[in-house]
């Protein structure tokens, strides 16, 4: 167990839905970092959070967004969801932001949008 | 920049041969290295890291790698290869320079028994 929880484990939705995936970081971990994995494209970085601070943006799409919150959870939401959405998605955390520090990964969120 | 690639999509052993999943990384900085490990339905559980010290690093079940930076390498070896070890292995670059863990598309480790 890594000590990161993802919300919810599975989900089904239609196209032009909108969702909201949330992470709990591990105990004491100031960062969160979001990732999309699909078969086509690997595992992709969308975005990472520092203490409730955007740090780094990736490959996201302006359809998504996220936040971390005051107690450092952190929730990314998909809107106006199309087939290509499907995916498994990730959320990670780290102590800081160095880049010695290793990535603690959840089990993830897989989205299927039918 | 940085960029890791990973030269084998997928990887088929016999149980009790040796494993090796190879890996190249591109950076302008001096990089931490990691693999990590993925099965099924599962999140990514780190196998081990180079931060610098040690070049030939031990991480868990059995697994090390050697860090090469004349041949800006961080191959995956195991001596014996155990069933439970079937899942994607990933490496994973990451470097001053941004900061943000780049990862490699993976290799899909297959044993057979």
């Known amino acids: 167990d890594s000590g990161v929880t993802q919300t919810p484990k599975h989900l089904i939705t239609a196209t032009g839905q909108r969702v909201t995936l949330r992470c709990s970081p591990r105990?004491?971990?100031?960062?969160v970092y979001w990732y999309q994995q699909s078969l086509d494209q690997g595992l992709q970085f969308l975005i990472q959070y520092y203490n409730g601070e955007e740090r780094a943006k990736g490959n996201i799409l302006e359809r998504f967004s996220a936040q971390q919150f005051p107690d450092l959870h952190s929730e990314l939401n998909l809107s106006s969801l199309e087939l290509g959405d499907s995916a498994l998605y990730f959320c990670a955390s780290s102590q800081g932001t160095t880049n010695t520090g290793e990535l603690f990964f959840g089990e993830g969120s897989r989205l299927t949008v039918l | 920049a940085q960029s890791v690639t990973q030269l084998d999509s997928h990887v088929s052993v016999s149980e009790g041969t040796p494993v090796l999943l190879r890996c190249n990384y591109s950076s302008s900085y001096s990089p931490s290295l990691f693999w990590y490990v993925q099965h099924p339905n599962k999140g990514l559980q780190l196998l081990l890291k180079?931060?610098?010290?040690?070049?030939l690093v031990k991480g868990i079940n059995g697994f090390e790698a050697e860090f090469k930076k004349s041949e800006t390498s961080f191959h995956l070896t195991k001596p014996s290869a155990h069933m439970s070890d079937a899942a994607e292995y990933f490496c994973v670059v990451r470097t001053g320079g941004s900061y943000i863990p780049t990862f490699g598309r993976g290799t899909s480790l297959i044993v057979h028994p």
């Open positions: 105990s004491g971990d100031l960062s």
């Open positions: 180079y931060t610098s010290a040690a070049t």
